[in-house]
């Protein structure tokens, strides 16, 4: 199956810091990239939806400022965590989109836990 | 009502047993069907993908979509321990926007 890396897998950093998390998909090219976030024992949240060359659509509630994203190709899409605050500490995950014909699903990668000390 | 409703257990069964999980819906135009394994601090992983409705079967693991019904199951025959995990039921229309999640039901295999 199609293969969704997330770097890093985890980051402990101090409050008011910046984290830059990056994920790609390896094997084909991703027409829409998602990030999500996830706290112990719950769903999986949508935080927004990239599209490459253009701005992401943030779900309702998820601040652009400070969790910005960047869709530089059709492989690679970026959340930077900006001004992280121990609120912040959760499970962040993407997601790579292929579709085409009968075929429309999502690839995730593994996760990067974020810490906020 | 959510789009998308799925029980989130947790369902505990002891190995050897067959496992039934189940989404149900509303949006009849979802024509995409899917069911993730998620272990904990894992991302999730795509398990079975069904295009519009029927039966697929993957080794232990059988997909049925009943699009009269709005329902769906994923089966797993002579589960493991190592099925024990989060199972989230995910549907999308043709040419949608946005996957729909259901949220997830916590399996427990016990040996």
């Known amino acids: 199956g199609a293969v969704v890396s997330q770097h890093p897998s985890w980051v402990i950093c101090k409050s008011g810091t910046s984290v830059k998390i990056e994920c790609r998909s390896l094997?084909?090219?991703?027409?829409?990239m998602f990030w999500y976030r996830q706290f112990p024992k719950q769903s999986l949240m949508l935080m927004a939806t990239s599209n490459e060359g253009s701005k992401a659509t943030y779900e309702q509630g998820v601040e652009k400022d400070k969790f910005l994203i960047n869709h530089a190709s059709l492989t690679l899409s970026t959340l930077t965590v900006t001004s992280a605050h121990p609120e912040d500490s959760s499970f962040y995950i993407c997601?790579?989109?292929?579709?085409?014909?009968?075929?429309?699903?999502?690839?995730f990668g593994p996760g990067t836990r974020l810490t906020v000390l | 009502q959510k789009e998308v409703e799925q029980d989130p257990g947790p369902l505990s069964v002891p190995e050897g047993a067959i496992v039934s999980l189940n989404c149900t819906y509303s949006?009849?135009?979802?024509?995409?069907f899917m069911w993730y394994r998620q272990y904990s601090r894992k991302g999730p992983e795509l398990l079975m993908y069904?295009?519009?409705?029927g039966n697929k079967e993957d080794g232990r693991f059988t997909a049925q979509v009943d699009k009269s019904s709005k329902y769906i199951s994923l089966f797993i025959r002579d589960s493991q321990p190592s099925d024990s995990a989060t199972y989230l039921c995910a549907m999308s229309t043709m040419g949608g926007f946005k996957t729909i999640f259901g949220a997830g039901t916590r399996l427990f295999v016990k040996a």
């Open positions: 949006n009849s135009a979802f024509q995409y």
């Open positions: 094997d084909f090219q991703a027409t829409t």
């Open positions: 997601s790579a989109r292929t579709s085409g014909g009968d075929t429309d699903t999502q690839y």
């Open positions: 069904t295009y519009s409705s």
